[in-house]
């Protein structure tokens, strides 16, 4: 029998958090490509757009205006795919046909009220990360606190991003999202049951080392337990970069080709609220600096899907949701070039995901990009 | 409180193979679209190109040359994700950071000697499906038959296809895809242990109204009875098309927005070399029906990933395998005309599927669509 080598062969790699598999074929990078290509976002956009429905003092789609905003601003989405009006539940479904009714109120973020600039782009001078990226951060903690406030049915926050127009993005615009919901949805709910299992098992003599000193009763967070092992690997494989408070890293398990988790690296957070002043200028730090190197890695404003997972809001936390730690998915779909994007499609629909890299090839390549971003070295 | 209309409030759908929801706002459709639009793939290509490594007698791009083929025509993939060869598992791995050797072959159909040609238009005159698609459907169970004699190892056989560039799919001559695997994947893996479920579930009364006298003690497959109730249901409000043997439908749960599911109608077929002759035939002509109604939509060449679920090969099965049922999921992108598309991305990749029509409303469309392929009408 062959030794292993993850460079060469075919192998599954196994996600504690969704508990899924994931096959990388890291041979395959070799394969020649003739399919499509992306067209990059210009660089050329203007830094005040009056037809755009997020730049400050501009009409939206649907007859509001937006405030003359100088830092972030949020507002309820026009187009909401969730109401918050109260609906009466069909009643003797049938076995294969059941729903039932979705509540939720949704929110647009404007990260800044410049049309042309993005997040990787507010690591670097002139503008900053504490003084940019702290009021979105304050905006997800603005928006998690008054929504369980005012909308007492509300049981889950997602917080997210899409960026490029590879991502299904329809305006350049910085811009997030918030969708919160009557539930706790899929991909929240099968973390939240792994992180919850994982601390009701005991101990395990491995993780002690890493770890130092534990009660044996309580079992730190997987996620916790993760950070702290890939920050103690030697070499640190996996890392992308870290500061005193969180450690951004490609997933041993990752799908797409640069895809990035953001952990904290020293304690339990369970959702935004919990941040202290200064792990909210750290976030806003790594924010930036993940960005920023994602956009060196091709010379591109590099497409991606962002998301927070927390814990579910007060109302709906049982005693079970304490296991919960606070991270940040970044999924970008870009593979070989600023035009070549990775399709999970065919097999990785109807049989499991599949990678063209592995995940250390992936980490190394994004670790070694500049901290400057690459407009502002050209100019 | 309001009562619940699915074509107007936001609500949440069970998919009972899957076991998993899908959040469907229908009301979504309404909003205006200003991102990516999809270049349709032109319908002016060659019958036969010389620099494509899948046109009769061209050479590949690792040093193979193909048959000077008529019909259907395979061949082992030079780009196979997987390989047959054995790997020793890495040992002692910590729980966190799990790997497993994955082997398999991988092989490449040409559906068709002509270059210019699909599923979709293989169904009408000068072709037929009977004489153009069956031989796909015999090259399925050819390789299913072969696999397992010739390579002991392999647990699954996924066959599958993608088509069209917004599909990853780089070379537009009509070709399926099939990877063997030494294990079951993620999602048939999850559907079987599902269908399994289900039988060993008592009948219920409505399902005995629906299915006649059944024998108490085995309860039909999940989805012989989902193809039974859709086709009994008044008005058939999912059917897509219906045959003798079979049954094209838009499941309750769909994500993709005009997905569409080919069941069996009449019997448990596990798997492919379980259909009889006429069975093959009816099912060619089912195929060739769907894929021509979804090209008749957009008046396009419809891309989409389509793929095929059956049980287990047979070194692999075990009693609880015998629940499985043959089915095909086509998985097509486009929303609102050849070139928007829907985008499973931000939401739906951190908290879960969303789709912004409903079944009911995607698969009345479908159904209104001429079965006769446009290019052929527009001559
Ligand atoms: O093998 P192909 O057709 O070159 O590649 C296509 O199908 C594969 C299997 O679904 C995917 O992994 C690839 O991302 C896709 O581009
Ligand atoms: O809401 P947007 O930005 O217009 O739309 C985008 O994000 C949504 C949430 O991830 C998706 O459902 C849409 O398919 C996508 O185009």
């Known amino acids: 029998l062959v030794d292993f080598d993850p460079t060469e062969h075919p192998h599954r790699r196994y996600n504690p958090l969704t508990r899924s598999w994931v096959l990388c074929s890291p041979h395959r990078t070799k394969r020649p490509w003739q399919g499509q290509e992306e067209s990059p976002q210009g660089?050329?956009?203007?830094?005040?757009?009056p037809k755009c429905y997020l730049c400050p003092g501009n009409a939206r789609a649907t007859g509001g205006t937006n405030d003359n905003y100088t830092s972030t601003f949020f507002f309820e989405n026009d187009y909401a795919a969730l109401k918050p009006q109260a609906v009466a539940p069909e009643t003797n479904q049938h076995p294969l046909l059941q729903s039932q009714p979705a509540r939720g109120r949704c929110y647009v973020i404007c990260?800044?009220?410049?049309?042309n600039l993005t997040l990787a782009q507010l690591s670097t001078v002139p503008f900053s990360p504490e003084e940019h990226i702290v009021p979105i951060i304050e905006s997800w903690r603005t928006i998690y606190r008054q929504i369980s406030v005012e909308n007492p049915f509300v049981k889950y926050v997602q917080i997210f991003e899409n960026k490029g127009s590879a991502m299904g993005c329809s305006n350049p615009h910085p811009h997030g999202q918030v969708w919160s919901l009557d539930y706790i949805p899929e991909e929240p709910s099968k973390e939240l049951a792994s992180l919850k299992e994982w601390c009701r098992n005991p101990v395990n003599q491995d993780e002690k080392i890493n770890l130092g000193?534990?009660?044996?009763?309580?079992?730190p967070s997987m996620l916790l337990t993760l950070a702290k092992l890939e920050l103690t690997t030697e070499g640190q494989p996996r890392v992308v970069v870290a500061n005193e408070h969180f450690v951004a890293l490609v997933p041993y398990w990752a799908v797409w080709p640069f895809e990035v988790l953001l952990l904290p690296a020293k304690r339990q957070i369970r959702h935004v609220l919990?941040?202290?002043?200064?792990?909210?200028?750290?976030?806003?730090?790594?924010?930036?600096?993940v960005t920023c190197k994602l956009d060196n890695l091709f010379q591109c404003s590099f497409p991606y899907s962002m998301g927070v997972h927390q814990q579910p809001t007060?109302?709906?936390?049982?005693?079970?949701?304490?296991?919960?730690?606070?991270?940040?998915?970044?999924y970008p779909p870009l593979l070989r070039s600023a035009s070549v994007r990775k399709f999970l499609v065919g097999f990785e629909m109807m049989a499991e995901p599949q990678r063209d890299l592995t995940a250390e090839q992936a980490a190394k390549r994004i670790r070694e990009c500049a901290d400057r971003h690459y407009l502002t070295t050209m100019k």
Request: proline share 6%; aromatic share 8%.
């Open 111 to 115: 990260f800044n009220p410049q049309h």
């Open 274 to 289: 919990e941040m202290t002043s200064s792990e909210v200028v750290a976030l806003a730090q790594i924010l930036a600096e």
């Open 314 to 330: 007060e109302k709906s936390q049982g005693e079970e949701d304490d296991s919960a730690q606070f991270h940040v998915h970044f």
């Open 213 to 219: 000193a534990l009660d044996d009763q309580k079992r």
């Open 43 to 49: 660089t050329s956009l203007p830094p005040y757009d």
